[in-house]
């Protein structure tokens, strides 16, 4: 019986051994900066503000490129924002290879957001919009929506 608590008592000796060496190699939570700890939150403003990013673009390539889109073309524009971010986020995939796909979910939540709300901020923001995009685009736009709406499409819901 001797021999079988000696042989317990080592097993439970090499284990605690183990676990103290684990321990001493493994990093203690609080030495983590500041900046490392907000680098992750951060990532995920920052795919938001490039959805957002790529809707203002794609706005502003297609008014550059086409102008003004004819009145039975204005959810088309919605359509090709909508595919530009998700050029966007097909990229940021690619450059994240497959892993944390989590941003590329913000990334879509921006762009939807911004699809849909883009001309919210042309009737907050008129005269920032008339130097980037010119006066007959914010006239257009003021003349095919309402403040505080959405836009779905060329369906326009008001808030509240």
Request: charged share 15%; net charge neutral; hydrophobic share 45%.
């Amino acid at each position: 019986m001797d021999i079988k608590n000696n042989s317990f008592e080592d097993r439970v000796a090499r284990i605690k051994q183990r676990s103290e060496e684990n321990t001493s190699k493994s990093p203690s939570p609080g030495t983590e900066s500041v900046w490392q700890r907000l680098s992750y939150p951060a990532a995920f403003l920052g795919a938001f503000l490039l959805g957002i990013l790529a809707v203002f673009l794609s706005r502003f390539i297609q008014y550059q490129s086409v102008g003004i889109p004819v009145p039975g073309q204005v959810g088309t524009q919605d359509f090709v924002s909508l595919g530009l971010a998700g050029g966007a986020c097909i990229m940021v995939m690619l450059f994240l290879k497959g892993k944390l796909r989590e941003f590329a979910g913000a990334l879509t939540v921006g762009a939807l957001v911004t699809t849909f709300t883009f001309h919210n901020l042309v009737w907050q923001y008129p005269v920032f919009f008339e130097r980037a995009y010119g006066e007959d685009w914010v006239d257009f736009v003021k003349d095919t929506t309402e403040p505080s709406s959405l836009n779905l499409f060329g369906t326009i819901l008001p808030f509240g």
